[in-house]
């Protein structure tokens, strides 16, 4: 198994868990709500709190796969080399794009280190960015696994037959 399919799997799991969380979460906000007739108050904003850690969690995991949302008039007619080249041009500019969130991520972190969501003062702010920061990584991890397979299949010389 090879480094970003364990970093996927690894993410995919971690997702699963938030999801189940988030799931359980909302059921009792349910519950409270309409059988027991007593919300709890801190249940919305730790179930939006996860739902943020699984949006950008699990977006990464699209990149690898080339499974996000795309215009693809233009690759659909490329063929071969010409179609790698416009996906390494592509993934290049995901990849800077995730360099600006991930210092955008930290700036954040920083900046709202002291912050706490007010119905739940043990989580912090902070913690919502460092899942915009760990989401940066991840996808310029695969972005750059994406760019150097297409590079070796560019470089790659003509076959003989």
């Known amino acids: 198994m090879k480094w970003d399919d364990y970093a996927e799997k690894s993410i995919i799991v971690v997702?699963?868990?938030?999801?189940t969380l988030m799931f359980l979460v909302v059921l009792l906000q349910i519950v409270g709500r309409y059988?027991?007739?007593?919300?709890?108050?801190?249940?919305?904003?730790?179930?939006?709190?996860?739902?943020?850690?699984l949006i950008f969690m699990g977006?990464?995991?699209l990149l690898k796969?080339?499974?996000?949302?795309?215009?693809?008039?233009?690759p659909r007619k490329l063929k071969g080399k010409q179609e790698?080249?416009?996906?390494?041009?592509?993934?290049?500019?995901g990849l800077v794009f995730y360099v600006i969130v991930f210092f955008g991520g930290i700036r954040?972190?920083?900046?709202?280190?002291?912050?706490?969501?007010p119905c739940l003062p043990v989580i912090r702010m902070s913690y919502l960015y460092l899942a915009v920061v760990?989401?940066?990584?991840?996808?310029?991890?695969?972005?750059?696994?994406?760019i150097v397979k297409n590079l070796v299949v560019c470089l790659a010389k003509a076959e003989v037959n």
């Open 35 to 53: 059988v027991m007739r007593n919300p709890f108050i801190w249940t919305e904003e730790l179930a939006r709190s996860l739902y943020v850690w």
């Open 59 to 61: 977006s990464s995991t």
């Open 84 to 93: 790698k080249a416009f996906k390494i041009f592509i993934d290049g500019i």
């Open 65 to 74: 796969s080339y499974e996000h949302i795309s215009i693809d008039f233009l």
């Open 108 to 117: 954040m972190m920083k900046n709202t280190h002291s912050v706490t969501l």
């Open 15 to 19: 997702s699963n868990v938030i999801f």
């Open 134 to 146: 760990l989401s940066s990584i991840f996808s310029g991890v695969f972005l750059c696994g994406n």
